[in-house]
């Protein structure tokens, strides 16, 4: 991969979103992913994070979303994701793309979601999609 020329940002797209209990539930039905870190609440009332939280996956479907909004049709070549913060249940999450880079075979989106009611980082990364 040729590295990025850094490029004015000039699409972004966003939403917010909260996700439910249910939301986690019918996930990890969909996913195959139960781990009870999403999906047992007493469980996960035992852990670091006091409650459930969300899929990774379940994240980046969203910013997926948000990637096609950006580049309809696009194909996605790369990505990676990093988790520094729980995103539970019932907490408004905004979700943020944005191109950063062009590089020969496409361009580079910065992806990132933010528990709104603190600021913090919830899902860093980056993807790489070509028309």
Known sequence: MTAPKPVPARDH???DRTFSQ???NAFARLSG???PIHVDPEFS???RF???VAHGALLCSVLRGLVETIMPGGRQLSQ????PAPSPAGEVLHFEAETVAET???VVIALKVTRLSDGVITC???TEVTA
């Open 33 to 35: 992913d139960d781990n």
């Open 50 to 52: 006091g409650q459930t």
């Open 22 to 24: 249910a939301d986690f």
């Open 80 to 83: 990676t994701t990093q988790y």
């Open 124 to 126: 860093l990364g980056q």
């Open 45 to 47: 009332a035992r852990t």
């Open 13 to 15: 797209a966003a939403l």
């Open 104 to 106: 020969d075979h496409g």
